[in-house]
Nanobody, 128 residues
Framework: QVQLIESGGGLVQAGGSLRLSCAAS??????????MGWFRQAPGKEREFVAA????????YYTNSVQGRFTISRDNAMNTVYLQMNNLKPEDTAVYYC???????????????????WGQGTQVTVSS
């Protein structure tokens, strides 16, 4: 089993920044080779892909709406993945979840169904 704990959410004005962290614990000996993703879910909407990093962080992926504003990174020694969010917009308001891809299903890093473990989520609210 793997446990994921997110932190760093909060209330920020439009144009501001936040840095989300996701710390993994439990069976983390393969953390460096596991895909990690960030997703978000706004009220009344489906959970959507935000960003992902694969194989030790060598590849990164972003949804179009955050490209150039958000940066995903990972510290494998600390079993932690980060999401730096700059120039935040009201439409970024959502609960943000990190996820770990333990068993690759070949669905791709943008697919919710690809991921095996999820954190409890952290609220990000951007005021206009």
């Amino acid at each position: 089993q793997v446990q994921l704990i997110e932190s760093g959410g909060g209330l920020v004005q439009a144009g501001g920044s936040l840095r989300l962290s996701c710390a993994a614990s439990g069976r983390t000996r393969t953390f460096s080779t596991s895909g990690m993703g960030w997703f978000r879910q706004a009220p009344g909407k489906e959970r959507e892909f935000v960003a992902a990093t694969r194989w030790k962080g060598s590849s990164t992926y972003y949804t179009n709406s955050v490209q150039g504003r958000f940066t995903i990174s990972r510290d494998n020694a600390m079993n932690t993945v980060y999401l730096q969010m700059n120039n935040l917009k009201p439409e970024d308001t959502a609960v943000y979840y990190c996820a770990l891809d333990w068993i690759s299903r070949g669905l791709g890093p943008r697919s919710v169904a690809e991921y095996d473990y999820w954190g409890q989520g952290t609220q990000v609210t951007v005021s206009s």
